[in-house]
Structure formats: C-alpha cells, structure tokens
C-alpha cells in the first residue's frame, strides 16, 4: 500500500534522519523562556531536504491521513494562549502566527476573530493552530471586507504546518475577489488541514497554490461559495513541479463547480478519496491537463445530485482545454447519486485500472465513507451552518446561495482551568498523570510514546465526539 512512497523516504532517509536529529537538538534545547530558533538552526541543506520530504516519521497527530500526515506542526515548541479575539496585540492569534519558532495556538477564547487589518499570513514554519482548545462554540475566523478584506486563512512560503478544527466565514466582501479563499496554500510543503469548515468565500473555499508538496486536507466542510465563483477546491493553481496532495473525508456542498477542480503536472500523487460532493451546478470534479496531464485517483466517494444540479451536470469531467498531454484517471468505487451525467466519455478514455500513485490509505467504501463524513466532517461543535449543509446532503435539500449569510451567535463559554500555562486542562492533567502544577506538554507521562499534549488534544477530540 505505501510502496511508492516507502521507496522514495529510502532515498532520502538517512539525510532526513540528520535534519531530524538536528531538528531534535534544537528543540530539546528550548524550555518556555522564548528562545526558540529551531528554523533558524538548521542549515539551509537541512531545510531544503526537509521541504522535499513527507517530514517526521511520526504523524501529526494520531489519526492523520494522506500526504501531509507528517507535518510536524508545532511540536516540542511553544503553546501560546490566545486570550482575545481582537485583531492583534499580545494573546492575538496573529501574534500566535506571526511569532517564530515552533508553536501551537491554544485558545482561551470563543468566538469571531474578525481581522479589521490585513489577515496574517502562516509565513514562519512549524506551526499548529489547535482550535479544539477553544472553549464553548469554537473559534470562527472573518475579515472586515473591503481593502482588507482577503483569504483570512493564508498559509505562504512556508512548511510543517497543522491547522485543525477552526471556520473561515467571510460574511463581509473584499474588493478584490481572487485574493479571497478561505483557505488557500501557497508555495508551502507538509501542511494538513483538518476537521475545518468554511463558507461564502468569493473565490475558492481551498485553493492550493504555486509550488506545494506533501499536502492533507481532511475531514472538512466547504459550502456556499459565492456566484459567480461558487467553487469548492482548486487543488492545484500554477503549479511548478510535481505534488503529493491527498483530499481525503470532505463535505463540498452547495458549490456551482470545482468540486474539486484538479490540474497537477505528471509525476504528481493526487488522491481523492471518501468525500461527498453534493449539489454542483455545472461540473462534480474536473480533471485538467494544462501542466500536461493530472494523474489522479478518484474512490470512495459519494457525488449526490441537489436542487441546482441538471441532467448536464457532469461527475467527473475530463477538461482538455489548452490540454499539454492525456491525464490519467483511476476511478474506483464512487456512488453517484441523481440525475446527472457521471464520467464523461473523454474521461472514461484517460481511465487506469489502478490507482496512479499507490494510495496513502485503503479508502472506506462509498456508502460507509458518505455515513462517516455526514457524522464526523467539519469543525467541532458544529455550529448552525455546518448543520445545515449536513442536513441539506441528507435530505437533498438547500440551494446555492446568492449572499453570505449571518455568523451564528456564540454562547458564553469559560475556558478550562490552566494555571501552568501548557495548554492542557488542569482537570485532565491531575487525572491523567502529568504535572498540574508544571509546563509539561511535550513529556510523555504515561510512556506510550505520545506526548502529554496530544494526548490531551485526542482526550478533547472524544468529548466533542470524534
Ligand atoms: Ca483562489
Ligand atoms: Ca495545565
Ligand atoms: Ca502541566
Ligand atoms: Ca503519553
């Protein structure tokens, strides 16, 4: 199952293990007092091997699928409280982002970040933005429209970066609608986003873009795009080599087309597995050959005809405009559900009998992976919006909307006792076996080789139900 890839980590295998090593050093040597220089640290050959590889032996986080599972994230570095939702200053979450060295972003707030400046950009690497700690209904992120009024959500130049369980909800337009996603990727290696949600962006929902590699999304919810660029994911925008790219456990809903759009050179690895597209207007998934034919593989996933879909909708669309040589399609048990057109005939003509690059993971089967996003996708607790696109895939029903909607309202909620200040539930700690009364995130109490603040981020996952 990991053969290609197991091959590929042999070659570079002992160079990583040195990066890693020296990764370690760095990292063993940082205590709380600020002084983390793991980035600078490593030499740029060191870098330059790491931008090249899936990363750390060990997974982002437990749980982790696809291509960019190895992100390293913030691991070993800094957890930094997030106390306000202004737009800056100290316990800002762009303070969280625009700080350097390894750091996770913890939350001791609930509700809108509204960025009232330009939004941060994810620039400096080994990042994790863990909004499960977020007390009550979670953290939603938006723009104050206009000048400002960009992708709150960038991640640039940049690598080794987890973002899980935090919404982009742009209720506000920007002047400027290309440089509007809600997410989007950019010229950035080993990156997982997961369990996010997002709506109304006026450009793509996610956009990968320029030269990435080793990517993850997984287990979200993209909805209500914005027409006339109702689009759910481009995958791939102006790439300039070849990408490891795994979209894996999505909800895209209520989005005219790009569902997802994907247009990678040859040589890249790009699997599209266990999603549910519901409700495209023009085209489910569009398979693209301007950078000389995407190599793809398409199984477990769910495409379900909605109240804007047509008997000329079309599944999975081979698009040849402007066409530099024949995609490669591996089509494997997907359920398509309606009226519509489902594999085009020039696409059924680039299909493979098996997948194009050996899968990262064995993919559910189609109706078991449709039951599995419907119950788990999206941030959690899901607020009002999410809900509703799960209940308008279950019941066929919702529309594309015209407008962004209204950011639903937070409950008053208090965040978990943490008088140490390592981001980890006082609570939990006493029942657990860490230190209660001491910084402890990155030891591993009960030796079962994870350290204590994952631990705690699963025990968080579980009570919301995941
Ligand atoms: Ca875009
Ligand atoms: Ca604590
Ligand atoms: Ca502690
Ligand atoms: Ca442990």
Not at 278 to 307: C, D, L, M, R
Not at 316 to 338: C, E, T
Not at 403 to 409: F, R
Request: net charge negative; charged share 20%.
């Amino acid at each position: 199952m990991h053969g290609d890839v197991t091959v590929k980590r042999q070659d570079y295998l002992p160079k990583l293990l040195l990066a890693v090593a020296a990764l370690s050093a760095c990292s063993a040597s940082n205590g709380r007092d600020g002084k983390h220089e793991n980035s600078k640290g490593l030499s740029k050959e060191a870098l330059d091997e790491l931008s090249q590889s899936k990363g750390d032996a060990q997974l982002a986080f437990p749980g982790a699928v696809g291509y960019g599972a190895h992100a390293r994230g913030g691991r070993g570095g800094k957890i930094m409280p997030v106390t306000t939702l202004g737009d800056d200053g100290p316990g800002s979450l762009r303070a969280c982002v625009e700080a350097q060295g390894p750091r996770v972003c913890v939350f001791r707030v609930s509700g809108v970040i509204r960025f009232t400046k330009r939004p941060p950009r994810i620039t400096n690497p080994y990042l994790t933005i863990a909004g499960q700690t977020a007390p009550g209904d979670g953290i939603t992120l938006a723009h104050s429209g206009g000048a400002v009024g960009l992708t709150p959500l960038l991640i640039k130049n940049t690598h080794d970066i987890v973002v899980r369980n935090i919404r982009v909800r742009a209720d506000l337009s920007g002047t400027e609608r290309g440089s509007e996603d809600s997410f989007t990727i950019e010229n950035s290696a080993r990156v997982i986003l997961d369990h996010v949600s997002s709506s109304w962006a006026r450009d793509e929902l996610v956009n990968g873009y320029a030269d990435n590699d080793w990517i993850t999304i997984s287990n979200s919810i993209f909805a209500y795009g914005i027409p006339k660029h109702d689009k759910c994911a481009l995958l791939a925008s102006d790439p300039t080599n070849a990408q490891h790219f795994s979209f894996v456990g999505n909800i895209c809903a209520h989005n005219g087309d790009r569902n997802p759009d994907i247009n990678f050179p040859p040589g890249s690895c790009v699997e599209v597995l266990n999603n549910v597209f519901y409700n495209a207007q023009s085209e489910f998934a569009e398979i693209w050959e301007s950078y000389g034919g995407t190599p793809v593989s398409i199984a477990g996933n769910v495409f379900k005809a909605g109240p804007n879909t047509s008997p000329s909708t079309v599944g999975v669309v081979r698009q040849s405009i402007g066409s530099k040589g024949p995609g490669a399609i591996y089509l494997n048990d997907n359920l398509f559900d309606g009226n519509f057109v489902q594999v085009t005939t020039s696409a059924q003509g680039i299909s493979r009998p098996s997948p194009t690059c050996p899968l990262t993971i064995t993919p559910l089967n189609a109706q078991v992976a449709y039951a599995s996003a419907l119950a788990r996708s999206g941030t959690w607790p899901r607020d009002a919006i999410d809900a509703q696109v799960v209940s308008d895939v279950r019941n066929r029903t919702g529309r594309i909307v015209k407008a962004p909607g209204i950011i639903p309202a937070f409950a008053i909620a208090t965040a978990y006792p943490d008088s140490d200040d390592d981001g980890m539930d006082d609570r939990w700690e006493k029942a657990n076996g860490t230190n209660a009364a001491a910084y402890d995130p990155w030891e591993d109490a009960d030796g079962n080789g994870l350290n204590n603040f994952d631990s705690f981020i699963e025990y968080l996952n579980k009570e919301r139900g995941l």
